[in-house]
């Protein structure tokens, strides 16, 4: 059964085959079948072989059964499960050497269809018969179709490439032309390219004029020899080789599924020119990323590197290749291309070469001052869908480095000055972000001062923004401290590590300064915007990176946050805001103690101020008396008001308003387990949640809440036995 | 100019380069920070707001035929060059300019037809290209020697036997670079920050991507600012006595509907009187040091002498050029436009005049 279904199969596809009759495939069938029943003990396909290994030159085709009996028998082998190495052997020697003349060459090359792979000397043997025998050309561009096709399926390609130059003599045979220069595409090493090669092909090139395929091979020649070959490729081009398989298709997909096989994947292959898909003219050319070549001026470089075998870039095509060659790779033509490729950027990261960096810094600074601070129609920047792109891909080369460029910082420092705070403000913020630490003394001229005229003349979204970004900024600058710091830990300065002259003092003026900042940014904010709870939470954002400087990051330094964030966030309406607030407060206690606790133990010289504990506990007390003990607009605490302002404003037991109970944010869970505690009741007095058991309660109720923020505070700043009498804010460290 | 930080990091410090090396995990720093590594490059712009020198020398006439190529200096006498800036070319070799000429005569022949590959090797082709040094230019050891480049075309209806000709000229300079500049660029940089070209805008456009693809450079516009404009109008008046102006021409724009453009001629002799009296208030001040201090021109006598100048043409049409923007300057010794344009016409003041472009080039240096 399944040998008709091939038969079919091999029907199916002769009548492609110009030169088997459909009376003869006929006959093939009838031949077939009777073989079958008469030849059931010996292989038969073995014995076929034999004929065709045996035959004599000379040996007639028309009319010999023996041949067409046994052709047939191997083309049902061909189209069912593929031929074996040797077998293709043996049928490639038979048709190339022309032992029956060329007729059967053409059906015999057909059914080359291999099972596994194809050994490399059958294809070096025909090649060479290629040139010996008188095989029509048309066989000829037919086996070399057949060699493409199954080009991936070839075991090894060492002596094919040993014949370079016996292959590269056909591409002066015009019909041939176009399939020698694929396969010389696909055997191209850089040995091969010789300067008489690329005559040659330039030769054809003024005869032929320009085809695609001669374009193809010299842009090879070019990838590996850019000083012999001079050659811009048009931008409309890019597809590469077309592929040959047509002949061989149906077959070779059908017998590569029997076999479990995937399809050769050899039969695109990638053309890498670079993708210019908007070919429409661009006014501003400098945001193009350039193309990746290689060095054209080898011998300028010689002396370097003369003595290594190196690879071009342009060549490494797999993250695999890329490793493989990490020590030797050869940078391109032009650095700023490596922002253009994945791979590159992979690359970028272990770049030591100092003339390298600089040579990409050259460039991408040339960009962004064109771009953003040369341009010369009065600063209106017409092509922000250009710039937009151009950014975010700089920005995803930072976040890739996780750093930015000296020359994007360079660019920031100025363009902050003309910035209207408006104009690709994600991106910007974005690269500004990415600034490393900046020495204390420069910080105010060159951050501070164009940031601050920003911030109060823009939106509350800027506002927000910005505040985000100089919370991922001091992220940065304490991550690169956290890691640099402690690969030596005998040295406190920065120094060994980094070009910035930097000590651990100088580092943490920098911190500091950048703390204050933000903190008089945001009071400032706050007061402007009326305490906007958006606003408020980016703050907040930003001092938790702070409260956890020490614990989190090993940077001896606490900074509290100023009156102007502290008494917003504790009274604000919503409770979220309060709870992030307690959590702050609990983590400057943690790391508060525990750089106490270290301070003692190692008896190290870092010293956090008393103005700090100072000002920690103040806050903490104030927190205290206000949300637990009722004791708000005592004397002493961080908001005061007139006694007699109290009594006029008729609010009747003012002290207590700002407790868990009464305060705003809270007032609505304080209502809802009243109603859950005494669902009978039917006057609500909110105080009688003060007395002891429905306090704890109420506090259990809050912490399932998810206020964990809270109820960390509460377990570390109250002693919780006290809460029988009325709780007592306790006040440790001096 | 410089706070003291700045040129403790500016230093070439090579040791600092080694330690770095030496630590696996520190070699980002060199491209972390503009205040680090990069910053050796000196004039960090961010951090030093680098301006146009407030004071030079004046223009000082020189024989410079004796010291260069008059070949040369003929061709660079005779154009009006557009100019650029260029950032630092890398592995540029005085030494290879033979293989650039070959080089960039296959990129214009294979640029000129695209998707045609064409021999580097060949001289068949239809464009000629030749590099040249024009020695004796640079003023000071820092200072990389002028390249020449020409390119040398038949006309389309050229006869069989009829020779090239030149259809296009530039060139690349640095006169009196800043030395901080010029120290603190690694081997392997060449800094030749000012590049002039005169010739077809396509051809202009060819060699630039062929500098950009070999040398890994860029290119951008150099525009002469107001300042300079003003600064080449008075340095030319400064010369009148040795050679004459014959006039002094500035053109003016007027921004109002419909534009406005102001041509203003001044009378030599008038203009040279201008700059007298602006000048002698200067001497006066100064008489001891008289040798050293009449050689350098200050910015405020420049914009003395621009001020007189409106307040002139002020009282008599009633007029504040103060509003308007200075486009041209033009005298017998050279023009010198906003839009990049400059024209000097006399090889005597050829060094100081490209000295002070020099200065703007650099100014416009990304780092």
């Known amino acids: 059964m399944a040998a008709t279904i091939n038969l079919s199969d091999s029907e199916r596809s002769s009548p492609n085959d110009q030169s088997v009759s459909s009376r003869s495939s006929n006959r093939s069938l009838r031949v077939a079948e009777k073989e079958r029943r008469k030849n059931e003990a010996e292989d038969p396909f073995v014995l076929a072989l034999k004929y065709f290994t045996d035959v004599e030159a000379g040996t007639p085709v028309y009319g010999n059964d023996d041949f067409e009996r046994n052709l047939v028998l191997v083309e049902k082998v061909a189209y069912s499960k593929g031929l074996s190495p040797e077998a293709i052997s043996v049928m490639l020697e038979f048709a190339m050497s022309l032992r029956m003349g060329s007729s059967p060459c053409v059906r015999v090359l057909k059914c080359l269809i291999p099972a596994t792979v194809v050994p490399q000397e059958a294809v070096v043997r025909a090649v060479v018969w290629l040139g010996v025998g008188k095989i029509p050309i048309s ?596 | 100019m410089e706070s003291p930080q700045n040129s403790v990091a500016r230093t070439p410090s090579n040791s600092a380069i080694v330690q770095r090396r030496s630590k696996s995990k520190s070699y980002r720093q060199s491209y972390r920070s503009c205040l680090g590594a990069a910053s050796r490059l000196g004039l960090t712009p961010g951090l030093t707001a680098r301006r146009l020198n407030s004071s030079r020398r004046a223009l000082k006439s020189q024989v410079i035929t004796e010291k260069v190529n008059p070949e040369h200096l003929a061709i660079l006498v005779k154009a009006e060059w557009q100019l650029s800036y260029v950032t630092p070319l890398y592995q540029f070799r005085h030494t290879q300019l033979k293989s650039y000429s070959r080089q960039l005569s296959a990129f214009i022949a294979a640029e000129k037809q695209q998707g045609l590959a064409v021999e580097v090797e060949g001289s068949q082709s239809s464009f000629r290209v030749s590099f040249s040094v024009v020695q004796g230019m640079a003023e000071t050891d820092d200072d990389a020697e002028t390249v020449l480049i020409q390119i040398f075309s038949k006309p389309m209806f050229a006869k069989q036997d009829e020779p090239q000709r030149s259809v296009w000229s530039g060139w690349l300079t640095c006169i009196n670079g800043n030395p901080d500049y010029l120290h603190s660029l690694p081997k392997g940089f060449t800094c030749l920050p000012l590049f002039g070209s005169s010739g077809a805008e396509v051809l202009t456009s060819l060699v630039k991507s062929w500098f950009q693809q070999t040398f890994d450079c860029c290119f951008g516009c150099l525009e002469i600012n107001q300042t300079s404009l003003q600064w080449l109008a008075a340095l030319w008046t400064n010369c009148h006595t040795e050679s004459s102006l014959k006039h002094l021409k500035m053109i003016w724009t007027i921004p109002v509907v419909p534009p406005l453009q102001v041509t203003y001629t001044v009378d030599p002799q008038d203009a040279w009187e201008l700059w007298m009296s602006v000048r002698m208030d200067q001497l006066d001040k100064s008489e001891e040091e008289e040798e050293e201090q009449a050689r350098n021109i200050d910015i405020e006598e420049v914009t003395r002498f621009m001020q007189g100048l409106k307040s002139h043409f002020y009282r008599h049409f009633r007029l504040d050029l103060s509003a308007g923007n200075l486009q041209q300057v033009s005298t017998a010794l050279g023009s010198a436009k906003f839009s990049g344009k400059i024209k000097i016409s006399s090889s005597r003041y050829i060094i100081t005049t490209l000295a002070l472009l020099t200065e703007c080039a650099l100014l416009k240096m990304p780092i």
């Open chain 1, 139 to 734: 066989t000829q561009v037919l086996f070399i179709k057949w060699v493409l096709t199954v080009f991936d399926m070839i075991d090894t390609k060492d002596q094919l490439r040993a014949v370079y130059g016996f292959i590269f003599s056909y591409v002066t045979e015009e019909n041939l032309c176009p399939f020698i220069c694929h396969l010389l595409y696909l055997l191209t090493r850089k040995e091969s390219v010789r300067v008489f090669r690329v005559r040659k092909l330039l030769e054809l090139q003024s005869k032929l004029g320009r085809q695609p395929f001669l374009l193809h091979l010299l842009s090879l020649y070019k990838v590996f020899c850019p000083e012999l070959v001079t050659l811009s490729i048009p931008s409309r081009m890019r597809s590469g080789f077309r592929n040959h398989i047509s002949p061989w298709k149906s077959a070779l997909i059908a017998v590569q599924k029997r076999n479990g096989l995937q399809v050769a994947s050899s039969m695109s292959l990638a053309f890498t020119i670079k993708d210019k898909t908007n070919s429409r003219k661009r006014k501003h050319c400098h945001l193009e990323v350039p193309a990746l070549r290689s060095v054209v001026n080898k011998e300028a470089q010689t002396e370097k590197c003369s003595s290594r075998k190196v690879v071009p870039l342009v060549q490494l095509h797999s993250f695999a290749q890329l490793l493989e060659n990490m020590h030797h790779i050869e940078l391109p033509a032009q650095m700023g291309s490596l922002l253009g490729s994945s791979l590159a950027l992979q690359y970028l990261d272990c770049v030591q070469d100092e003339s390298a960096l600089l040579r990409l810094n050259f460039w991408l600074g040339y960009a962004l001052h064109e771009e953003f601070l040369f341009c010369g129609d009065g600063g209106a920047i017409q092509n922000s869908e250009d710039a937009l792109q151009f950014l975010n891909k700089l920005l995803s080369a930072h976040h890739f480095l996780q750093e930015g460029f000296s020359s994007s910082e360079a660019f920031l420092y100025k363009f902050l000055n003309v910035w209207d705070g408006s104009l690709l403000r994600p991106q910007i913020l974005g690269l500004l972000s990415n600034i490393p630490v900046v020495p204390s003394s420069q910080i105010g001229r060159l951050l501070f001062e164009p940031l601050t005229q920003l911030f109060f003349t823009s939106s509350l979204f800027f506002k927000c923004g910005l505040v985000e970004c100089l919370n991922n900024m001091l992220l940065k600058w304490l991550t690169w401290h956290s890691v640099y710091a402690l690969e030596d830990d005998l040295d406190i300065s920065l120094n060994s590590h980094t070009s910035i002259n930097m000590t651990l003092s100088g580092f943490k003026d920098s911190v500091m300064e950048l703390v204050n900042f933000v903190g008089q940014l945001a009071s400032v904010g706050l007061q402007i915007e009326g305490c906007q709870s958006l606003l408020l939470s980016f703050v907040l954002d930003f001092y938790e990176t702070v409260c956890d400087t020490f614990l989190k990051y090993g940077l001896p330094l606490v900074v509290m946050p100023p009156s102007g964030v502290f008494y917003p966030a504790l009274f604000a309406l919503d409770p979220v805001s309060v709870d992030r607030l307690a959590y702050i407060m609990h983590r400057y206690k943690v790391n508060l103690t525990s750089a106490k606790a270290q301070e003692k133990l190692t008896k190290q010289a870092f010293h956090i101020s008393r103005q700090t504990f100072h000002e920690f506990n103040h806050y903490v007390v104030d927190m205290v008396s206000c949300l637990w003990n009722s004791k708000m607009f005592q004397p002493g605490m961080g908001v005061q008001l007139g006694e007699e302002l109290l009594l006029k404003s008729k609010v009747p037991q003012y002290w207590t308003s700002f407790d868990l109970i009464h305060h705003p944010a809270f007032m609505s869970y304080a209502v809802d387990f009243h109603q859950k505690c005494w669902p009978g009741k039917k006057d609500m007095d909110l105080s009688s949640i003060k007395h002891s058991k429905p306090w704890s309660w109420y506090l259990e109720y809050l912490f399932t809440q998810g206020y964990d923020g809270l109820k960390q505070f509460v377990q570390s700043n109250i002693s919780r036995q006290l809460t029988a009498s009325d709780g007592q804010g306790d006040t440790q460290q001096r």
